[in-house]
T-cell receptor
Framework: NAGVTQTPKFQVLKTGQSMTLQCAQD?????MSWYRQDPGMGLRLIHY???????DQGEVPNGYNVSRSTTEDFPLRLLSAAPSQTSVYFC??????????????FGSGTQLSVL | AQSVTQLDSQVPVFEEAPVELRCNYS??????LFWYVQYPNQGLQLLLK??????LVKGINGFEAEFNKSQTSFHLRKPSVHISDTAEYFC????????????FGKGTLLTVNP
């Protein structure tokens, strides 16, 4: 049982390049989400999904796309990277959507630098 | 919409001293409150959570938090800290009707010095 797996751990991009951050969980969790963490800003929700085929925007969705074709995977796409997207990205999941006491399981993060 | 304010961005303390990390929230409906901890170069882990019932919640590693509805606070405490408690601590809130999305505070860096 690997939990939440994020790849890659580190990535450097040039402005305008595109890439996909991968997130996979093997716990059959309904809910998956992406956060970005910036110094002094805490964690801000980018996008989330409450099940396969269902996604919604979080607090800071601009410049990012997501899809959820399977329960296990929730990739985050940067279509045209900008320096403002330099950040540490965390994927997180939890078992059920409509239950408030479920804890989030976090991946170990992806450190992204956009030059 | 809900929001979370962590009143201190950094808290330095000496080993074996008590510590309190402050968290205030705002919401027009009932909330569910959490504290998460992030050790260096790791993802976040749940420390404790408050849903209902007793206002004093005990978590892992000797931490506890008290929910105060009148003051809209959920402060985290530990009577005696260890070097290994050095980490960043995040207060978070979720509300119903929003698929219980978590909104995080900006974090408090706790540094325990020998």
């Amino acid at each position: 049982n690997a939990g939440v797996t994020q790849t890659p751990k580190f990535q450097v991009l040039k402005t305008g390049q595109s890439m996909t951050l991968q997130c996979a969980q093997d716990m059959n969790h309904e809910y998956m989400s992406w956060y970005r963490q910036d110094p002094g800003m805490g964690l801000r929700l980018i996008h989330y999904s409450v099940g396969a085929g269902i996604t919604d925007q979080g607090e800071v969705p601009n410049g990012y796309n997501v899809s959820r074709s399977t329960t296990e995977d929730f990739p985050l796409r940067l279509l045209s990277a900008a320096p403002s997207q330099t950040s540490v990205y965390f994927c997180a999941s939890r078992r059920r959507v409509r239950v408030p006491n479920e804890k989030l399981f976090f991946g170990s993060g992806t450190q992204l630098s956009v030059l | 919409a809900q929001s979370v304010t962590q009143l201190d961005s950094q808290v330095p303390v000496f080993e074996e001293a008590p510590v309190e990390l402050r968290c205030n929230y705002s919401s027009s409906v009932s909330v569910y409150l959490f504290w998460y901890v992030q050790y260096p170069n790791q993802g976040l882990q749940l420390l404790l959570k408050y849903l209902s019932g007793s206002t004093l919640v005990k978590g892992i590693n000797g931490f506890e938090a008290e929910f105060n509805k009148s003051q809209t606070s959920f402060h985290l405490r530990k009577p005696s800290v260890h070097i290994s408690d050095t980490a960043e601590y995040f207060c978070a809130v979720s509300v119903g009707g929003s698929n219980y999305k978590l909104t995080f505070g900006k974090g408090t860096l706790l540094t325990v010095n020998p």
